[in-house]
């Protein structure tokens, strides 16, 4: 059964029977002793018996002379030091260091030797009696005596300063003696150091760096500043390295930092003409990642780049979605925001090492001057609309994937997503209405970035145009493969658009030529006795043709045109000249819509086909169009495309703001459904925040509409007020 007490390591015991001993014994032994340790002090060891040395010290233990001992042996080892005392002390200038570290590699060789005579003695008596070991006592001895004697304190510390500035200031010093020296001082103790050494060595360094950084933040410019303050501080850490305690290092550096960085920081941040705004105008990357670097050690020093930064591209934001000449091409205004969203995604991932606080600071100013211009989410999709037109041209399908995914980003800035896919479904329809989309694969990669980042309700629609595509080429098909009778007719090619799934607008069908009225009457029975139920609605606005052309010097010519430039030359068949009066009441197109039709026709170079008296860009009632007979081209298929104007007019913009904010209704309505179904009773403010929340990845929901539509709901009884809280409402089930 084991007890619990502890167990007990092995002793030394005296001998128990009595020794008779010489009077003289310890005068005789010490005086060995004695003289043992002077040889030794005086590089005169060789000759020594360490053995019999040995046994003297133990037997003077042994015969209970170890205090007698312990006290000469102090006496003795401090009359020699005081010996080095003199020494070092008389030692001038640049000999003073190399006689103190001769001195102190002599004692450290005594301290060796003497420790392993006296070994008994530290292991018994020294233990027993809690005395300092005979090592550490003759550390003890030589601080005393030697490093912190009047004489040679102050001096020591002024001549490793002095050297440590002379170096700071470009001298080659002794870095062996410095090294040597100051490891002595941290073999003394910690305490030794830091006191004697490394609290002053702090200080005069702090007014060093104080002095320098008055002297040069006044001539130099932020990045010539900033890569002195970044060579000081590496020089510093590398002295550290070399010859101070490795703990050192985070205390100069903390020096270096506060009185260069630290007490300049908002002044180097703003300086003129080099500060941080000019950095990020100039792409300066090696400068603002060392700004990065150095600021990163300053108290909220990243805070404040980061501040300056928000405040930067904010303004520039704002004077770009702001400027009316900027306003004028939708295209090069996207361009441009995506061209400062990749300046500043590279600023932050070379130089703020990809920080997430400067990517977010950097998201929320983007959000911030986007939604400044309330047409935005236009400019954008007119932006995607060139792209998926023209984009296999310009670049192959990676490019074109890269530039979508960044417009992405663009797109998810914006606050009003639905004003946006309003627009897209309106430019999309046109891209495949008129065949002109790049690729489908870009298309529908599209719908995939929207989906994923909206949801499949945002898309739904979108995905419907596609859907029907098919379908009408099916339809054709077979509308020819059960129609036998159609030789004699053009041949045509129906877009069958769902009602809701397309944008399209009531418009005025306007007077086709008979041969196309025939055929697509034809289709009309076709179509409409193998769909039930179904309604058809030609869409004259937005279809095309291609019809054959002989000109009067005999040149022969393919024409895609729209179904209105058709309309109108048709007329030509039977017509040589006709005025624009006779050509409206014939085709019964829209005078706005026709008028451009006709510049399109007569006044675009190259492709006029038609002449008009008299040639000048406006249209006027009375002006006359006639075949134009010297017609050239050297291609046999000509294109005439119709001059539109490619951003909205103010009615339209006006009239789709309109739509926008009808549909938002019953969104809004059913998300305060949503809300007080599940909650039941909640009070005004509440449903506010919760409508804006859940509405929010669509668009930023109006307070004063969230309000009419919560009376439109309690009038149609789904809500009812409170009757004692008028600001609580309940649900009513």
Not at 20 to 47: M, Q
Not at 254 to 283: F, P, T, W, Y
Not at 302 to 322: E, Q
Not at 651 to 661: A, H, I, M, N, S
Request: aromatic share 8%; with cysteine.
């Amino acid at each position: 059964m084991m007890n619990g007490q502890k167990k007990r390591g092995p002793r030394i015991e005296p001998f128990r029977h009595r020794v008779e001993t010489d009077p003289k014994f310890f005068d005789k032994s010490w005086r060995k002793l004695h003289d043992a340790i002077r040889e030794i002090y005086n590089h005169n060891a060789s000759g020594l018996s360490f053995e019999e040395l040995y046994r003297t010290a133990y037997n003077m233990v042994l015969h209970k002379f170890g205090p007698k001992l312990y006290e000469k042996l102090t006496e003795n080892m401090k009359e020699h030091l005081e010996e080095m005392r003199t020494c070092v002390e008389a030692a001038q200038g640049g000999l003073f260091l190399e006689e103190l570290e001769r001195k102190w590699n002599d004692h450290n060789k005594a301290l060796t030797m003497i420790r392993d005579i006296l070994m008994y003695m530290d292991r018994t008596y020294i233990p027993t009696n809690k005395k300092t070991p005979v090592f550490d006592l003759g550390l003890e001895l030589w601080r005393d005596t030697i490093v912190r004697s009047p004489m040679i304190q102050g001096r020591l510390l002024d001549t490793l300063l002095e050297l440590i500035h002379r170096e700071r200031t470009g001298e080659v010093i002794n870095r062996c003696l410095m090294r040597t020296t100051t490891k002595m001082l941290m073999n003394l103790g910690s305490s030794v150091y830091q006191d004697d050494f490394e609290r002053p060595f702090l200080e005069v360094s702090a007014s060093f760096y104080s002095g320098e950084s008055q002297q040069f933040i006044d001539c130099y410019s932020c990045g010539d500043y900033l890569r002195l303050a970044e060579r000081r501080l590496n020089e510093e850490s590398e002295r550290v390295s070399q010859y101070m305690d490795v703990k050192t290092n985070e205390k100069i550096t903390a020096v270096v930092v506060k009185e260069m960085l630290a007490n300049h920081m908002q002044r180097l941040i703003h300086m003129e003409n080099s500060g941080l705004v000019n950095m990020l105008i100039e792409d300066r990357y090696e400068d603002l990642t060392r700004m990065y670097t150095l600021f990163n050690h300053v108290p909220d020093g990243l805070t404040a780049i980061r501040s300056v930064m928000m405040s930067h591209i904010k303004d520039t934001g704002k004077s770009l979605v702001t400027d009316p000449e900027r306003l004028k091409d939708p295209v090069d205004f996207v361009q441009r925001l995506l061209n400062e969203k990749d300046k500043y995604d590279n600023i932050i991932n070379v130089s703020f090492n990809s920080d997430k606080s400067f990517l977010n600071a950097l998201n929320s100013s983007f959000e911030h001057f986007i939604n400044l211009n309330n047409r935005s989410p236009e400019f954008i999709s007119l932006f995607v609309d060139d792209k998926l037109r023209k984009g296999v041209k310009e670049a192959n399908e990676e490019d074109l994937e890269t530039v979508l995914d960044k417009v992405m980003m663009l797109f998810r800035y914006l606050q009003e997503k639905d004003l946006f896919e309003k627009y897209y479904k309106q430019h999309l329809a046109k891209r495949l209405l008129s065949g002109k989309t790049a690729s489908d694969d870009s298309e529908r990669s599209m719908l995939v970035k929207l989906k994923t980042e909206c949801g499949y309700q945002f898309t739904s629609k979108l995905e419907g145009m596609f859907t029907d595509l098919k379908t009408s080429q099916d339809t054709t098909q077979g509308f020819y493969a059960s129609t036998s009778d159609l030789a004699d007719y053009p041949q045509i090619s129906v877009q069958i658009l769902t009602t809701g799934s397309w944008p399209t607008q009531p418009c005025n069908t306007c007077n086709l030529p008979p041969e196309i009225v025939a055929v697509s009457e034809k289709f009309r029975s076709y179509y409409l006795g193998t769909h039930n139920g179904r309604r058809l609605t030609w869409q004259t606005n937005m279809g095309h043709a291609d019809i054959k052309a002989t000109f009067g010097n005999g040149s022969k010519h393919e024409l895609n045109v729209s179904t209105y430039q058709m309309c109108v030359l048709m007329l030509f068949n039977s017509s040589d000249v006709l005025t624009y009066r006779e050509i409206e009441q014939s085709t019964a197109i829209p005078a706005a819509d026709l008028k451009r039709c006709l510049q399109s026709l007569a006044l675009v170079k190259g492709k006029q086909v038609l002449r008009k008296e008299p040639m000048s860009r406006d249209i006027a009632d009375d002006d006359s169009f006639c075949v134009n007979d010297k017609f050239t081209s050297k291609l046999f298929k000509v294109k005439i495309g119709t001059v539109v104007a490619q951003k909205e007019t103010d009615p339209e913009k006006l009239e789709t703001r309109q739509r926008v904010e009808e549909d938002r209704k019953p969104q809004i309505e059913a998300a305060i459904v949503r809300i007080m179904k599940s909650r039941r009773v909640l009070d005004h403010n509440s449903i506010m925040t919760e409508v804006t929340k859940q509405l929010q990845p669509r668009f930023l929901p109006n307070p004063v509409v969230i309000k009419k539509r919560i009376e439109s709901l309690i009038e149609r009884e789904f809500l009812e007020r409170d009757k004692t809280d008028r600001k609580m409402y309940r649900y009513l089930a």
